[in-house]
C-alpha cells in the first residue's frame, strides 16, 4: 500500500553475490572482538549486495550506466540545499495538516524520496566508474545529509504521518543502506542517532503479531531493516529478532496473505500479487538469506525450504519469454511513465519479469547446487527468448541485477531450459495458466476470496473488469508486447480480452480501495490433469447486475469459450469479448473472416453474421461452432497513463485495437456465446478446424452446466454448476470434471469442488471400466463394470484442489 518507487525498483536496484567472507587464517577471536569482526563481515556482505561484483566498469553497458549514476549523483549534490522542512527545495516534507490522507501521503513520500537520494549519491561514491569514486567532499554531503534528516524530520521525537510505508520500510531501509555504505565516514555518534530513529519508526513491536501491514513482502522488508539496524549497531539483537521474525513468511497458508500449496501468493488479503509484492517477498529473501548465510545468524528454519520451492511453483508459471504475466501484478500495470519523470522508461511486465530473474539467481546461491543449476538454466532460456525486450538491454535495471543476468547469460555450463508444456491451475488465488509449444494463455477470476482488481492511492483506477474472465496469451515469437505497449493506458476497460461485461459507466476506482470489490460467489476454479483442464467462473458483474456462467476448456492447440445463463438488468449493454488485440501504433493486421479479408483502414466497424471462423493476420484464428453473429471495429485509442495512475505522466498515447465480441443487447436473459481460440493457428489451419464439424462437441451450455467433449483427443470437461447429467457424466452436487482418455486403455478422472462446500458427492461415467488404479483419500467408494461409480467424501477441506483418479477401461 505504497507509492513508494524505491519498494518498486528494489528488484532492479539490489542483488549481487554474497561473498564467503570467513575467518580462514586469522588469529582466534572471542567475545567483544569476535562480534565486532562479524558484523564488519556482514556490513562487507551487504556492501557487496548492494554494489555488485563481477562486472567490469569500463565494459558496456556497466560504463554508461555508472557514468549515468556519477551524472544524477552530481545532480542531487548540486541541488541539496538544507532547509527547515526539505533538503532539496522539490522535496518538501513539511505537512501543514499531517495525517494520512492522499496530500499527506505525497509529503511522507518527499521524506522518503530524500533518503533515497542520498543513497544514491552513496552509491556514486561507492562504485567505481562514475567520476564520484571515493570523493571526500561527496562523503561529507551525504553524511551532512543524513544530519539534517535526523535534525529535521526521522528522529525519535517525530511523530509519523502520510503513508507508513515511508517510516517503516523506504526511508530507513534507505538510510541503513546508505550507512552501510559510508560506514567508515560515521561517528559513533551518528550510528547512534540513526540508529534510536530507526528503532522509533520500527520498533520490536512491528514484527510481534503476524498480521496488517506485517504479513508477505511487508513483513519480509520490516526484517530487512530490523536485521540492517543490528548489522550497523552492532546489536546481535536485532538481527536474531528479524531473522526469527521471517519464520511466519515461510509455511503455507490457507488465507489471506502468503504463498499457498497450490502456487499462489495472495496480498493484502485478496489480491494475486506474485509479480509484484511477491517479486519483493523473493528478492527480499533471497538477499537476506545472501547475507546471513554462513553467519552466527544464518537462517536455518526448515521451512525456509517452502520458499525455495516456490521459484518453480508460484514465480516460474507466471513468467513467459522473460515477461512476468500482468494478471498477478495488480496496481502494478498500472505504473508505466512517472508524472516526475516522464522521460523514464515506460515500466511494463517485461521489466518487471527481469527483476524477478535476476532475484531468482540470488535466491539460487542459498538453494542446493541441483536447484541452483537448473535456476540458471531457466534463467538463460529467459534471457535468450525475451525478443521484445532483451533483459541485458533494459533501461530500467540496476548495475547489481544486471551483472546477475549477465553472469548467467555469459555462462557456458548452463544449458538454457525451454518454457514447459502443461496446465496449472490456482485456486487460492482465482488464475489458471495453460502452456503449449509456441503459446501460453492465463485466466483472470474473482469470487468471494479474490477481488475483482485492486486500486488504492489512486493507481489502476480502470481494473474494474480484469477479474471477470480476462484471458491473456502470447505466442512464442510473436505478440510479446501486447500487454507491454501502452496497452492498459489505451484500451478499452469495458472490453478486456474473455471478459463479460456491462457497459454500464463505472467511476474511477469504483469498488473501494486495496481489493474491496469481490462477488459474493464460491463457484470459481477448475480441474486438471497438469496438460489439459476445465476451468469455470460464475461471473457476478462490478457495480452491475450482471451474472454469467463462463467455462474455458484448454486444449492442445486451443481454448474452447463458453458462456452461458449471461443476464442483466441494468438497462446497459452487454458484451463477451472474443479478442481485443493491440496492433501497436501503425498496425494493420488483416482481419479475415470466413475467408474473406476485411478493411484494414482506421476507424471500422462491421456486424458480421454466420461467422463459423475468423484470422488475424500473425496472431491466430477463432472457430465459432454453428455460426455466430460478431462485432468488429478497428479504431485507435488515444489514453493517458494519469487516466489509470494519477502519479503517472499525462502524456497522449495512442494505438490501434482490433476488437471482436458477442453483443448480447441491453438487459439480456440467458444470453450464451461459444467460440475457441487458436493462437498462433494460420488461416488454413483456422479455417479446417471450423469445418470439421465434429471435432469438437458441445454437450452443454447452460445456466446449470456447461461441457465439451473432443473425441480426437479423448477429452470430455464439464462445469457443473448445478448436480445432473451431461453426456456421459453425472454429479449430484457442483463440481468440475475433467477426464483424458488414453490410447493404452487407461484413463484419468479430475475432479475439484471449486465451491469448497461439498460434504459429499457422486459422480458416474457412463463408461466400461475394468478397474480403479489409484485414487486419493478423498474417495470412499468405487463402482466398476458397464459404467464407473465414485463416490466421494468431504471435498471442503481440499481447498478446491483437483483429485485424480487413475482407472482400466474396459
Not at 484500451?491 to 463479460?500: A, E, H, Q
Not at 441494468?570 to 488483416?590: C, F, K, Q, W
Request: glycine share 12%; net charge neutral.
Amino acid at each position: 500500500m505504497t507509492r513508494s518507487w524505491s519498494r518498486r525498483t528494489f528488484l532492479r536496484t539490489t542483488g549481487g553475490t554474497a561473498l564467503a567472507l570467513g575467518l580462514v587464517g586469522s588469529p582466534p577471536l572471542t567475545g567483544q572482538a569476535m562480534a565486532a569482526d562479524e558484523f564488519g563481515a556482514l556490513r562487507a556482505v551487504w556492501r557487496t549486495l548492494l554494489l555488485g561484483q563481477g562486472f567490469g566498469p569500463t565494459a558496456e553497458p556497466f560504463r554508461t550506466k555508472l557514468a549515468a549514476l556519477g551524472t544524477r549523483a552530481a545532480e542531487l549534490r548540486s541541488t541539496m540545499a538544507p532547509a527547515v522542512g526539505s533538503l532539496w527545495p522539490d522535496a518538501v516534507w513539511t505537512d501543514p495538516e499531517p495525517d494520512t490522507d492522499q496530500e499527506s501521503f505525497g509529503y511522507s513520500a518527499k521524506m522518503n524520496e530524500s533518503y533515497s537520494r542520498l543513497l544514491t549519491m552513496a552509491q556514486a561514491y561507492s562504485q567505481p566508474g562514475t567520476g564520484l569514486t571515493g570523493d571526500a567532499s561527496l562523503a561529507d554531503d551525504i553524511v551532512a545529509g543524513l544530519d539534517h534528516m535526523y535534525a529535521r524530520i526521522y528522529h525519535e521525537g517525530q511523530a509519523r504521518f502520510g503513508n507508513w510505508y515511508n517510516w517503516q520500510i523506504g526511508a530507513p531501509q534507505a538510510l541503513l543502506d546508505t550507512c552501510v555504505l559510508l560506514y567508515d565516514r560515521l561517528s559513533a555518534t551518528q550510528i547512534a542517532n540513526y540508529g534510536r530513529s530507526v528503532d522509533h519508526f520500527v520498533p520490536d513491536s512491528a514484527v510481534a503479531v503476524y498480521s496488517g501491514t506485517s504479513t508477505g513482502a511487508n513483513r519480509v522488508d520490516l526484517c530487512r531493516v530490523l536485521i540492517l539496524r543490528g548489522v550497523v549497531g552492532g546489536s546481535s539483537a536485532k538481527i536474531v529478532l528479524g531473522r526469527n521474525a521471517l519464520s511466519p513468511v515461510f509455511p503455507y497458508v490457507t488465507a489471506g496473505d502468503g504463498l499457498y500449496a497450490d502456487g499462489s501468493f495472495v496480498q493484502h488479503s485478496s489480491v494475486p500479487y506474485a509479480g509484484t509484492y511477491g517479486a519483493v517477498m523473493l528478492g527480499g529473501l533471497g538477499i537476506l538469506f545472501a547475507l546471513l548465510t554462513g553467519s552466527s545468524w544464518a537462517v536455518t528454519d526448515p521451512n525456509r525450504q517452502i520458499v525455495l520451492d516456490a521459484v518453480e511453483n508460484a514465480w516460474a508459471p507466471f513468467l513467459y519469454n522473460g515477461l512476468v504475466m500482468d494478471n498477478v501484478s495488480g496496481r502494478g500495470t498500472s505504473r508505466g511513465i512517472s508524472l516526475n519523470d516522464p522521460g523514464q522508461v515506460q515500466a511494463d511486465d517485461h521489466l518487471r519479469g527481469h527483476g524477478i530473474l535476476a532475484s531468482i539467481v540470488l535466491l539460487g546461491q542459498g538453494a542446493s547446487a541441483a536447484e541452483n543449476a537448473r535456476w540458471r538454466g531457466m534463467v538463460k532460456g529467459w534471457i535468450q527468448r525475451d525478443y521484445y525486450s532483451p533483459p541485458l538491454s533494459d533501461p530500467s535495471l540496476g548495475l547489481v541485477g544486471l551483472a546477475r543476468l549477465k553472469s548467467v547469460a555469459e555462462d557456458t555450463s548452463v544449458s538454457a531450459i525451454a518454457e514447459p508444456v502443461g496446465h496449472r491451475l490456482f485456486p487460492a488465488m482465482a488464475r489458471a495458466t495453460h502452456r503449449r509449444p509456441g503459446w501460453a494463455a492465463s485466466i483472470s477470476m474473482a469470487g468471494k476470496r479474490i477481488t475483482h482488481y485492486e486500486t488504492g492511492n489512486g493507481e489502476n483506477l480502470h481494473g474494474w473488469h480484469s477479474g471477470s474472465g480476462m484471458l491473456y496469451w502470447w505466442g512464442d515469437t510473436y505478440a510479446n508486447g501486447q500487454y507491454s505497449d501502452a496497452f492498459w493506458p489505451t484500451v478499452d476497460p469495458y472490453r478486456l480480452p474473455g471478459t463479460t461485461t456491462s457497459r454500464i459507466p463505472l467511476a474511477d476506482g469504483a469498488g473501494g480501495d486495496w481489493g474491496t470489490p469481490k462477488p459474493d460467489v464460491n463457484w470459481v476454479g477448475g480441474a486438471t490433469d497438469g496438460t489439459r483442464a476445465a476451468v469455470g467462473q460464475y461471473l457476478k458483474g462490478l457495480q452491475s447486475t450482471l451474472l454469467a456462467k463462463k467455462s474455458w476448456f484448454c486444449l492442445d492447440d486451443s481454448i474452447v469459450c463458453l458462456g452461458a445463463g449471461i443476464k442483466s438488468t441494468d438497462g446497459a449493454a452487454v458484451e463477451s469479448v472474443v479478442e481485443n488485440r493491440n496492433l501497436g501504433a501503425g498496425g494493420t493486421h488483416a482481419l479475415t473472416v470466413n475467408g474473406t479479408v476485411k478493411p484494414v483502414s482506421h476507424p471500422w466497424s462491421e456486424t458480421l453474421t454466420g461467422v463459423t471462423w475468423a484470422h488475424i493476420g500473425g496472431m491466430g484464428g477463432y472457430v465459432f461452432p454453428g455460426g455466430a453473429t460478431v462485432k468488429a471495429l478497428r479504431e485507435e485509442r488515444t489514453g493517458r497513463w494519469s487516466d489509470i495512475n494519477r502519479g503517472m505522466a499525462t502524456t497522449a498515447i495512442t494505438r490501434r485495437y482490433l476488437t471482436l465480441w458477442a453483443d448480447h443487447g441491453t438487459n439480456p436473459f440467458d444470453a450464451t456465446y461459444a467460440y475457441v481460440l487458436m493462437p498462433g493457428a494460420g488461416t488454413s489451419q483456422t479455417a479446417a478446424r471450423a469445418a470439421d464439424t465434429g471435432w469438437l462437441q458441445i454437450l452443454a451450455n447452460t445456466d446449470d452446466q456447461q461441457g465439451v467433449r473432443v473425441p480426437s483427443l479423448g477429452f470430455t470437461g464439464v462445469n457443473f454448476w448445478f448436480g445432473g447429467t451431461v453426456g456421459a457424466l453425472t454429479a449430484s452436487a457442483p463440481c468440475s470434471v475433467m477426464i483424458s482418455e488414453r490410447s493404452d486403455g487407461t484413463a484419468v478422472i479430475c475432479v475439484s469442488d471449486p465451491m469448497r462446500m461439498q460434504t459429499g458427492l457422486t459422480l458416474t461415467w457412463n463408461r466400461a471400466v475394468a478397474a480403479v488404479t489409484s485414487k486419493p483419500s478423498t474417495v470412499t467408494g468405487t463402482a466398476t463394470g458397464s459404467s464407473l461409480g465414485l463416490t466421494f467424501g468431504d471435498l471442503g477441506g481440499t481447498l478446491g484442489a483437483t483429485q485424480r483418479i487413475t482407472v482400466r477401461l474396459g
